[in-house]
């Protein structure tokens, strides 16, 4: 049950694009099409973004978007804006009724 | 709306117990699957447990023994028994709901509360 690989922090300019990875292993983000990505402000609860690797619910904006390879998850964000700088984590099903989440990844919007 | 309220994080010495509590609203709570996550200050994300609708329990291996999970669905209500309290446990421990979009059990929670801190002193 060792937490996903996410790197520290990312950054970029209002209007571009970042991406986030997570890597695992195939017992968790390899072995199933069960990856969620929570926002995190601070002082606040997390928040879905992402479910199922790819899908968005409700509200979530479309410039935000999942994928997987391998081992590996990514979340893009696209059109990068100010309200995005928050911390963000990635979680897999890891089997077993059993989860387990990303390091996080703080996102600066320079 | 649905709501999470999670109380009963406090200030325990080690090797201590404490019982936390998350009352639900606003969703049918006894058909869904509950979390424990928890956070320590200025960590990350960990989960923690998870009780299924018909309360099977799973826990992560740092738990296991000195924490149980539980549910009252007459008091829309999920708890978190913590016993042999250790440094490594001060966090602030959210609960979330299995609802919406997490409702087939791919997800940790669509629905969170607004988190309960728990230090744990030596």
């Known amino acids: 049950q060792s937490a996903l690989t996410q790197p520290r922090s990312v950054s970029g300019s209002p209007g571009q694009s970042v991406t986030i990875s997570c890597t695992g292993t195939s017992s968790d983000v390899g072995g199933y099409d069960y990856v969620s990505w929570f926002q995190q402000n601070p002082g606040e609860a997390p928040k879905l973004m992402i479910y199922?690797?790819?899908k968005r619910p409700s509200g979530v904006p479309d410039r935000l978007s999942g994928s997987k390879s391998g081992n590996t998850a990514s979340l893009t964000i696209s059109g990068l804006q100010a309200e995005d700088e928050a911390d963000y984590y990635c979680c897999s099903y890891a089997g077993s009724h059993t989860y387990v989440f990303g390091t996080g990844t703080t996102v600066t919007v320079l | 709306e649905v709501q999470l309220v999670e109380s009963g994080g406090d200030l325990v010495p080690r090797g201590g117990s404490l019982r936390l509590s998350c009352v639900v609203s606003?969703?049918?709570?006894?058909?869904?699957?509950m979390h424990w996550v928890r956070q320590a200050p200025g960590k990350g994300l960990e989960w923690v447990s998870k009780?299924?609708?018909?309360?099977?329990?799973f826990y992560t291996d740092s738990v296991k023994g000195r924490f149980t999970i539980s549910r009252d669905n007459a008091k829309n209500s999920l708890y978190l028994q913590m016993n042999s309290l250790r440094d490594e446990d001060t966090a602030v421990y959210y609960c979330?709901?299995?609802?919406?979009?997490?409702?087939?059990?791919?997800?940790?929670?669509?629905?969170w509360g607004q988190g309960t801190l728990v230090t744990v002193s030596s």
């Open positions: 606003g969703f049918t709570f006894r058909i869904y699957s």
């Open positions: 009780i299924s609708a018909n309360s099977h329990a």
């Open positions: 979330a709901s299995q609802t919406a979009f997490c409702s087939g059990g791919t997800c940790v929670g669509a629905d």
């Open positions: 199922d690797v790819t």
